[in-house]
């Protein structure tokens, strides 16, 4: 194409240029040119390779400015003890939240110093205010501790999960080592229930019921289902959880976190669980045709808590406190024989028409440890502890309370349930 239209681009008058140039030609005049430039070593107007150089750097120390600054956020966040769970699975909510002190330069040493024995003959371990007390007598004081209402030990041995008493903002879950370390699991949570192993936790959360998995000091596979606004768990059926629709009335379903929503099916008769059977079946508490009339009734899960064998007798009360031995035979509950009221002694294996009931000793309160077949320890409304050997109980010899020694006034000691 011309510059001017009708003129050739070359406007000299010279020799047409010839491109006939071998391949052999133009390579060496290309090798020549290039050797007369090293040789003349002209100084570069731009250094391409000093260019990358440079442009790295400033790329690394970005990064590494950036790295700093991440640092610095989680030092931050740990020191202030905060540190997100797992996403749940299940409806959408609010996350748990685990907090602790991941500074081991400020835990508490833990203490083994000569104490009173607390429960001889007996596992029993108690929380004291803020000090854990083993039944040999070691003491680990929890000052990040606050009023709890159970305590339980960890599957491992290596530590205890504790749920505090009831307030304003709700209830909260600890997990605590044996080296002295508090971590909280929940926090303004409803109703917490533990499975009996310790390795799941149930609770209430707003208008729903989760369940998550406990693995050493985190809160795994969370599950969230929405529940009626009177619903509450109230304990673990192996892998299923015993839901109370209404507190105010008989009725409870089980709930399969990971299956759905509850199920509509439901029991009208169970006023209350006391535990489970070594062959998986319930005992409970049934209401009947006789207006103010309870009996005990050993309950099929599989088929919605329908009872399968019943004994009426003994008068039982309503409070839904109770614990059955290990074997299955014994269970402990409060109610009364005649005019003498309090804990009560059954014979699971003579439940029937006329089940008999013994006198154990005063109304029983929290947690009831058994320590083996014949032998349970639980606290009475004064916070004393009472010790029950199964064979004097049932010859007669109601168990009798003393007093916990070094109760603070006010305080209220709690027994550490075992599995």
């Avoid at 002209?42 to 700093?68: E, K, L």
């Avoid at 209830?171 to 009996?196: C, E, F, M, T, Y």
């Avoid at 929503?261 to 006391?274: H, I, M, S």
């Amino acid at each position: 194409m011309s510059g001017f239209p009708g003129r050739p681009d070359n406007l000299t008058d010279g020799p047409r240029r010839s491109y006939q140039v071998r391949p052999e030609e133009l390579e060496g005049a290309v090798r020549d040119t290039l050797s007369r430039q090293v040789v003349l070593a002209r100084p570069m107007g731009a250094d391409p390779a000093g260019q990358a150089i440079r442009r790295a750097n400033r790329i690394w120390r970005r990064r590494t400015a950036a790295g700093v600054a991440l640092a610095a956020v989680a030092t931050v966040l740990l020191s202030a003890g905060m540190a997100q769970l797992g996403t749940e699975t299940g409806r959408g909510g609010s996350a748990i939240v685990v907090i602790g002190d991941p500074d081991p330069s400020s835990r508490p040493i833990p203490t083994s110093v000569p104490g009173p024995d607390l429960s001889p003959g007996t596992s029993a371990d108690m929380l004291v205010s803020e000090t854990l007390v083993s039944a040999d007598g070691r003491r680990l004081v929890l000052p990040d501790v606050g009023p709890a209402e159970r305590a339980q030990l960890l599957p491992s041995g290596d530590g205890w999960l504790v749920v505090s008493t009831p307030t304003a903002a709700g209830r909260s879950l600890w997990v605590v080592q044996n080296d002295g370390l508090v971590q909280v699991l929940l926090a303004g949570a409803g109703p917490i229930v533990l499975a009996p192993d310790s390795r799941q936790v149930a609770w209430r959360d707003g208008s729903d019921l989760l369940t998550a998995g406990v693995v050493g000091t985190q809160l795994i596979g969370a599950v969230r289902t929405p529940a009626p606004a009177a619903a509450e768990p109230v304990r673990f059926v192996g892998d299923s959880v015993l839901v109370r629709l209404d507190p105010a009335n008989a009725g409870h379903t089980l709930w399969r976190p990971g299956a759905g929503q509850l199920p509509e099916a439901v029991d009208q008769k169970t006023l209350n669980v006391y535990g489970r059977l070594p062959d998986g079946r319930l005992v409970g508490q049934i209401s009947t045709t006789d207006p103010g009339r309870t009996c005990l009734a050993v309950l099929e899960p599989a088929r919605h808590l329908n009872p399968v064998h019943t004994g009426c007798g003994p008068e039982l009360s309503q409070d839904g406190v109770g614990g059955i031995s290990a074997d299955g035979r014994w269970l402990l509950v409060n109610g009364s024989v005649g005019t003498v009221g309090g804990a009560l002694l059954v014979d699971l294996l003579r439940l029937g028409p006329s089940t008999t009931a013994v006198s154990a000793g005063p109304p029983m309160t929290g947690a009831i440890v058994w320590s083996n077949e014949a032998h349970a320890s639980y606290l009475d409304d004064a916070g004393k502890l009472v010790r029950v050997d199964v064979g004097r109980v049932w010859a007669g010899k109601p168990a009798s309370a003393v007093p916990v020694p070094g109760v603070p006034a006010g305080d209220r000691p709690v027994l550490v349930a075992n599995f």
